[in-house]
């Protein structure tokens, strides 16, 4: 295999299995939670959304653990989650009171 380890391959393969995965599901969740009429609008913002998200969440983790450390790195991203958490309670609490 030219000098690479099976686990390294396996790696690998299971690295891109996941993205592929994920993908997937952000997929799927854009589209079950796409407004009737709008889909392909939605579609398109959440999906610009998700790429830039995979592209600026790798650098500014590497610009936290040069500067902070691994455990400022886990309480950014702890703080991040925590803000998505907020966000969607907050959004579910204005579509549950909203009028019909």
């Known amino acids: 295999m030219c000098g690479v380890s099976a686990h390294l391959l396996a790696s690998a393969a299971g690295v891109a299995a996941s ?3 994920i993908a997937a599901l952000a997929f799927a969740l854009t589209m079950h939670f796409a407004r009737n ?3 392909a609008a939605d579609h398109g913002l959440h999906a610009s959304l998700f790429a830039f998200s995979r592209l600026l969440v ?4 590497g610009l ?3 500067r902070w450390g691994i455990p400022a790195l886990l309480a950014w991203l702890a703080a991040a989650m925590l803000g998505v958490r907020v966000m969607r309670a907050h959004l579910a609490d204005q579509l549950a ?3 019909t």
């Open 97 to 99: 009171n909203r009028p």
């Open 58 to 61: 790798p650098a500014l983790a």
């Open 64 to 66: 936290v653990i040069d």
């Open 37 to 39: 009429g709008t889909a």
């Open 19 to 21: 993205l592929g995965s």
